[in-house]
T-cell receptor, first 110, second 113 residues
Framework: SQQGEEDPQALSIQEGENATMNCSYKTSINNLQWYRQNSGRGLVHLILIRSNEREKHSGRLRVTLDTSKKSSSLLITASRAADTASYFCATDNSNYQLIWGAGTKLIIKP | EAQVTQNPRYLITVTGKKLTVTCSQNMNHEYMSWYRQDPGLGLRQIYYSMNVEVTDKGDVPEGYKVSRKEKRNFPLILESPSPNQTSLYFC????????????FGPGTRLTVT
């Protein structure tokens, strides 16, 4: 079952611009996580936000969570070429599983 | 270095030939899981394990087996691989479950002909 859905599916921006990706989910959650995946490689954890948190920062990353709308956004500020990757959100459910979206493919043009 | 290792990284095999993909973590994590990743489908969980000798099915367990005899190892077994199991496979671990950061292995690209 696919709970998280990222939007947009693909995003192409100029280096230095900000990138925003969104994630929507269907059922109540305990937390929501964002991961990055460089082409064909293992996923790397970026940030975890719990259901009682509304915003979290980590370096150039800002994540918001709106549980009333069942959605989250990931903002990457001052993008760099190295940010080119696919970004996934993952939500937990009551059965000790993480449910993943299909991802947003981000391309940073030099 | 804290890491999750998988072997092999690439494998091409034929239908019906049993294979095992190994996964090992050196972080003393209790929770381990296997995913497959297919284009446009994101990650789908195959099996997970909350601790030694405790395993449970994920979303797509058909055609796969796992075992957790030791805390550090969580092999994925395909008894009779079929072409629809051609995919990119990831092993992951975390301290106690899905409410924690997941550490992923580098992936195993499997092709079944």
């Amino acid at each position: 079952s696919q709970q998280g859905e990222e939007d947009p599916q693909a995003l192409s921006i100029q280096e230095g611009e900000n990138a925003t990706m969104n994630c929507s989910y269907k059922t109540s959650i305990n937390n929501l996580q964002w991961y990055r995946q460089n082409s064909g490689r293992g996923l790397v954890h970026l940030i975890l936000i719990r259901s009682n948190e509304r915003e979290k920062h980590s370096g150039r990353l800002r994540v918001t969570l709106d549980t009333s709308k069942k959605s989250s956004s990931l903002l990457i500020t001052a993008s760099r070429a190295a940010d080119t990757a696919s970004y996934f959100c993952a939500t937990d459910n009551s059965n000790y599983q993480l449910i993943w979206g299909a991802g947003t493919k981000l391309i940073i043009k030099p | 270095e804290a890491q999750v290792t998988q072997n092999p990284r690439y494998l091409i095999t034929v239908t019906g030939k049993k294979l095992t993909v190994t996964c090992s973590q050196n972080m003393n994590h209790e929770y381990m899981s296997w995913y497959r990743q297919d284009p446009g489908l994101g990650l789908r969980q195959i099996y997970y394990s909350m601790n030694v000798e405790v395993t449970d099915k994920g979303d797509v367990p058909e055609g796969y087996k796992v075992s957790r005899k030791e805390k550090r190892n969580f092999p994925l077994i395909l008894e009779s691989p079929s072409p629809n199991q051609t995919s990119l496979y990831f092993c992951a671990s975390s301290p106690r479950g899905n409410s924690y950061e997941q550490y992923f292995g580098p992936g195993t690209r499997l092709t079944v002909t």
